[in-house]
């Protein structure tokens, strides 16, 4: 199988190497939900990590499924779910399953990406996009954080990552009209901590 094994992402969680944890949920999040993009329904978090988005999105009023490919994520995630109040804990559901693999018991209204697709090789996109399609109800919105992470090496070909470089125009082409409605460029760019960017795009499933 091309790319990190649930090994890799195990030991990483273990050892404490998570870079790409920035210890908080991601202000991008409240934004969207301030907004009005957000609403209270149910949605999907796949490579929930610590589960602060989880968390976030249970105390607003969402029924959230946290999804995670390694054990010790999802036992930090449950963890921190574990620690807040009943009601809050009756919203959330935390799986450890692949995400090629897993469906939920019934499409979602929303998908939160954050960190689930840089976190594949990229020679699993395509399989990933349509799990994403999958997920969603018609008419429901993938909230995506798409990664720009590009390293020398993309120049010469290079596949470089975990974070693997999430290319807009790369996306556009992963998740492609009609099947998406995108909205018109230029979308926010968001600095992370360990020095990557993220693009905050809204993509609606036909």
Known sequence: MAGPTP????????SGQ???????????????????RLRPGRVLVPGCGSGYEVEAFARPGFTVTGLDYAPAAIARAQA??????????????LVCADALDWAPEAPVDAVYEQT??????????????????RWLRPGGSLFALFVQAQRPGAAEG?????????????????????????????????????????LAVELVRA
Do not use: N
Request: charged letters at 20%; glycine letters at 6%.
């Open 7 to 14: 090994e890799f992402w195990q030991e990483r969680f273990e």
């Open 18 to 36: 998570t870079p790409w944890d920035r210890g908080v949920v991601h202000a991008q999040l409240q934004l969207w939900v301030d907004g009005g």
């Open 80 to 93: 921190r779910i574990d620690a807040l109040p009943a009601a809050l804990k009756a919203r959330c559901t």
């Open 116 to 133: 689930c697709l840089c976190a594949i090789h990229p020679d699993l996109w395509v399989d990933y996009a349509a799990q994403v399609h």
């Open 158 to 198: 290079l596949i470089q990552g975990p974070p693997y470089h999430c290319d807009i125009h790369g996306m556009r082409a992963l998740f492609p009209a009609p099947r998406w409605a995108w909205p018109k460029p230029p979308y926010p760019r968001l600095s992370h901590p360990a020095g990557m960017a993220e």
